[in-house]
């Protein structure tokens, strides 16, 4: 079993930064896919990023390419979301999961939602004008 914790959201103003960091516990999550999604007030739950197990791809939302980056650091079971310019379109809770399992990953599949088994309970990030 894997336990994820997010940290690290807060308010900030339009044009800022933020960097999120999701911890997982209970095992190591090595070979694990992992993603971020968010959810905003009033709307379905979005893909955001994600990273495949070994680190070597990532895919994001075309709304936050270029502005965001996903990274990990398996050795201390940690995931990452550095989210610069900011815009309040990004307010949203933010939420990391991890799929269970190991190997390949298309890119597609790593967008979808129902390829993670293990969720946090997300961190809020408001965006100011």
């Known amino acids: 079993q894997v336990q994820l914790g997010e940290s690290g959201g807060g308010l900030v103003q339009a044009g800022g930064s933020l960097r999120l960091s999701c911890a997982a516990s209970g095992r190591a999550f090595s070979s694990n896919a992992m993603g971020w999604f968010r959810q905003a007030p009033g709307k379905e739950r979005e893909f955001v990023a994600a990273?495949?197990?070994?680190?070597?791809?990532?895919v994001y939302v075309d709304s936050v390419k270029g502005r965001f980056i996903i990274s990990r650091d398996n050795a201390k079971n940690m995931v990452f979301l550095q989210m610069n310019s900011l815009n309040p379109e990004d307010t949203a809770v933010y939420y990391c999961?991890?799929?269970?399992?190991?190997?390949?990953?298309?890119?597609?599949?790593?967008?979808?939602?129902?390829?993670?088994?293990?969720w946090g309970q997300g961190t809020q990030v408001t965006v100011s004008s």
């Open positions: 999961a991890a799929a269970a399992g190991s190997g390949y990953v298309g890119d597609l599949r790593l967008r979808a939602a129902d390829l993670y088994t293990y």
């Open positions: 990273i495949s197990w070994s680190g070597g791809r990532t």
